[in-house]
């Protein structure tokens, strides 16, 4: 009879619990962890958009069936510290204050292991008509951030095509080769100034 209530009340727990929180329109300058973790069984969707937030969401970590982070319009920068969250598949964080792309794309990158969906439009690091970009400066973030998360299905609101994926490893194989060299020429003349210290020192002794 008691394993039998405990079963009911465990049941009864996972019942009411979100599936989806949003704390939009909030004017949060905190990220509600109080509510927020009381979840950590259930929570699929977290909606944290237009507030004014800007602080690291490590917490966020300990939501491990969470699937979809909505970040749209608050403070976030480029140097924002996600925790590693393998469970997520799709962020948006439109109208941020995202300008640095490729330590943005990075942490995206190394943080959300299996993500599809990116939505980062009206940032700075993502040109566009929206936002005062050109269309070439258009397709090559786009071409970056596909090269950079090749498991990404859809990036802003167009879905990413096979032909974009190909010419985004095209591109950026080409840079990350002119980058290699360009490392392998300083290596060499590094060695080369030292080679010639060593020749040098023993005659400054003397």
């Given at each position: ?35 927020i973790l009381?979840?950590t069984d ?116 167009t879905e ?47």
């Open positions: 009879m008691e394993l039998q209530t405990t079963a009911e009340h465990k049941q009864a727990n996972q019942a009411s619990g979100f599936h989806r929180l949003s704390f939009a329109y909030q004017g949060l300058t905190e990220i509600p962890y109080d509510s009381m979840q259930t929570l699929e969707v977290l909606d944290l958009s237009y507030n004014i937030l800007d602080e690291n969401p490590a917490l966020l970590g300990r939501l491990e069936k969470l699937n979809t982070l909505i970040l749209d319009s608050n403070n976030y920068t480029s140097h924002v510290k996600f925790p590693y969250m393998p469970s997520i598949t799709a962020m948006c964080i439109n109208k941020n204050k995202i300008n640095n792309l490729p330590v943005f794309v990075e942490e995206i990158r190394r943080k959300f292991p299996n993500i599809k969906v990116l939505s980062m439009m009206n940032n700075e690091a993502a040109p566009s008509y929206f936002n005062g970009g050109s269309l070439s400066q258009h397709i090559d973030y786009r071409l970056y951030v596909i090269s950079q998360i090749p498991g990404l299905e859809i990036l802003d609101d990413v095509l096979e032909k974009e994926r190909i010419q985004a490893g095209k591109t950026y194989r080409l840079q990350q080769r002119s980058l290699s060299s360009s490392r392998k020429k300083k290596d060499e003349s590094s060695r080369k100034h030292t080679h010639i210290q060593r020749k040098v020192n023993p005659i400054i002794r003397q």
